[in-house]
């Protein structure tokens, strides 16, 4: 169908098995798509990281310089929204990309759905439905979406009904409900308590540690500052590219934080832990229906490393959840001891490779096998653990 509007790249109609016919709508600005994603947002399935707010200021200091042009997707039921799908054309080599935007700084990848959608769209119809879709893109080689949860909030991620394999990394999560000491009691909440105790004692003779959140835009600025400081040590010690040093990204961090300032549910809240008035650790995350979702966290090495100030801060930052009645606390994708020994729940996440055209199937292939093997060696303790080693004397600079 002929583009009807300025606003849109294309508009055009799809017929379903599960919902009859759907409005298919594309834009690469945020504008057109505004009013739909955030009544959409009141009542959808999805994460923090498919927030307008997110999503928009990432696009806004970081798409161009990750050479990533938005694909908006607005599926449309009559007059609802029921979908969006926050996608990017980017080009990776010879290959032209259909990806998700917002790329690894987002935790969970994957569309924003309405239950209505997702209770009744048919496996048939998303297979069906996505190609409709990246056709409207233009000539691509490869349909690559990473990090994505098979489930979210009870509902089945409808991408699974594509060809997809087991992510190298899976989520982790804890049941806040229905009091802290209930969460701490899940994954060995006495020692947890010892270990606090502990750590306030050997603190006595200095003033903290203090939780602090960000509430102006001092406040953040500052904070973000002691975290790029931080992530950089931590990185370079492990030989790990830095993806925070990508361009955009702190100033996407310090924008949306600011941005989010006051809100009862912020796409991104700050947090510090300061000790003697010097910041020891910082906690970013955010919130979307009763759930924080942790972006990172940092932490300074000195005097008082021997402390643990990162595990301190998680206790502090999920106690401030419990309080503000919140139900479940993510630390996102990653196994990190820190992760396992603080969430009492796996969420299994899936990748989805597929060659568009015949001259990238040798790539999408490659890919795939990657994917697996980086799993085979994040299950074997022992190879993961030497992989680490040899990483950081590779390419570690501490």
């Not at 009013?35 to 999503?55: D, K, N, P």
């Not at 361009?247 to 989010?260: H, T």
């Not at 999408?364 to 994917?371: D, I, L, Q, S």
């Amino acid at each position: 169908m002929p583009n009807g509007h300025n606003n849109w790249i294309f508009e055009g109609r799809f017929a379903t098995k599960g919902m009859g016919e759907l409005t298919v709508r594309i834009c690469e600005d945020f504008e057109p798509v505004r009013a739909s994603w955030l009544a959409l947002e009141l009542h959808a399935i999805g994460s923090v990281y498919q927030r307008f707010a997110w999503v928009s200021s990432w696009a806004k200091h970081a798409a161009k310089p990750a050479r990533m042009i938005p694909r908006i997707v607005l599926i449309s039921h009559g007059d609802e929204p029921v979908a969006v799908l926050p996608l990017a054309i980017r080009q990776r080599g010879p290959f032209k990309m259909a990806t998700w935007l917002a790329d690894s700084h987002s935790n969970f990848h994957m569309g924003l759905y309405s239950s209505q959608f997702l209770q009744n769209i048919k496996p048939d119809d998303v297979r069906e439905l996505l190609p409709f879709i990246l056709k409207q893109f233009g000539k691509l080689d490869v349909l690559e979406l990473c990090c994505q949860p098979v489930m979210w909030q009870g509902h089945t991620n409808p991408f699974t009904f594509l060809k997809w394999q087991e992510s190298h990394n899976h989520a982790f999560a804890l049941n806040l409900l229905p009091d802290f000491n209930s969460a701490l009691d899940r994954k060995n909440g006495a020692r947890k308590r010892k270990k606090f105790r502990w750590q306030n004692n050997k603190l006595k003779e200095h003033d903290g540690p203090h939780l602090r959140v960000a509430e102006t835009p001092d406040d953040v600025r500052r904070m973000l500052s002691a975290a790029t400081e931080q992530l950089k040590h931590r990185f370079d010690r492990a030989g790990i590219w830095n993806r925070f040093y990508d361009e955009g990204v702190m100033p996407f961090f310090e924008a949306l934080a600011i941005e989010e300032l006051g809100k009862a549910e912020p796409a991104l809240k700050l947090f510090a832990l300061e000790i003697d008035g010097e910041i020891q650790a910082t906690f970013a995350g955010g919130i979307n229906s009763r759930q924080f979702s942790g972006c990172f966290i940092s932490v300074a090495d000195g005097e008082f490393s021997r402390l643990s100030p990162g595990e301190l801060m998680i206790y502090l930052v999920i106690k401030d959840c419990v309080d503000a009645g919140l139900e479940v606390f993510d630390l996102g994708r990653g196994e990190e001891r820190y992760k396992t020994s603080w969430c009492d729940t796996t969420m299994p996440m899936f990748e989805t490779t597929i060659a568009l055209s015949k001259r990238a199937a040798g790539f999408a292939a490659y890919e795939r096998g990657k994917t697996a093997t980086k799993r085979f060696v994040r299950n074997n303790e022992r190879l993961w653990g030497l992989a680490k080693k040899v990483r950081s004397r590779l390419y570690g600079r501490v």
